[in-house]
């Protein structure tokens, strides 16, 4: 008599009999919407998941609008991935404690209106305020979660999040209810020009219609290491939105130190003045990823943002 594994792979093999062999795909999948626009779409599906939609055409409309819808809740917690600017000038309050808890997404999802959420915000701020507001860059909206994903490079968090509306759950009675598992309301605005203030906190938000940052179109092709000194004490962000600060800067390296984590890298001076030469020959740095195939493996993260401080890449 035939054994229960052998029936059921029996079973299996009479079921597909007829049936075209299926061939893994060669690539990730495209639906025919590249044409329509990310952020519309994005904004149109998270509504109708229940997000409580934002956009704003620059950071000082965006701000403007935090200082006055702000003010109904009595405390936040605020993620250190969010820039100062961005963050509600209200008590801080621990997660459990805070109305309202602020993020800073990785990326947004136009084919689901979700958020992409790092796991260096701690899930706590996340899940337990009953509030939770998300600030994402326009330039950061992607038509589907392949995209978003493959921005991450080779240096994803150890964890992600995808909130695709408010927490709500119909598992009694299949009556629908929110709230239940996490926030009962989700707020995600959308800044067009974030990425550029982040770059530049200390710098004030461009006027309505003004032009973002604009970089040097001829890079300079020493690296001034007294302009690195200068960064010292100052906060900035890596390209996917990493806070952190310039701890010290010695003769030959500049020690930098993680706002979420508190861990410290150091970055030589001769790997940054490879990757400062390199730029101004010609070779394209446009992010962590080239900096470590080009110049150097060590933080890239990191590094790159010291020189786009610098605007040497």
Known sequence: ??????????????????????????GPWRPAVEAADAV????????????????????????????????????????PRVPPPFAPALPTAPPEEAELGVSRALAAVADTGSVLLSSTEGRRLQLLPPVHLVWVDEAEVVQHLGEALGRLGDDPPSALALHSGPSKSADIGQIMVQGVHGPGRLVVAVVRGLMELEARPDEPAPAPGAPAHTPKTAPPSDLDWAAVRA??????????????AVEKVTENTAVVRVSSSGKAYTLRRRCLEKAVRLAASGTPIPGPAAYRKHACNEAPAYAWAVLRALDLV
């Open 1 to 26: 008599m035939p054994d229960a594994r052998s029936r059921i792979l029996r079973r299996l093999r009479r079921a597909l009999e007829g049936r075209w062999p299926l061939e893994a795909p060669t």
């Open 231 to 244: 960064l010292a004490g100052r906060r900035l962000a890596t390209k996917r939105g990493d806070a952190f």
């Open 40 to 79: 519309e779409r994005f904004l149109a599906h998270a509504e109708a998941s229940g997000v409580e939609p934002q956009r704003f055409d620059s950071p000082a409309a965006a701000r403007t609008w935090l200082a006055d819808w702000a003010t109904e809740f009595a405390g936040a917690a605020v993620s």
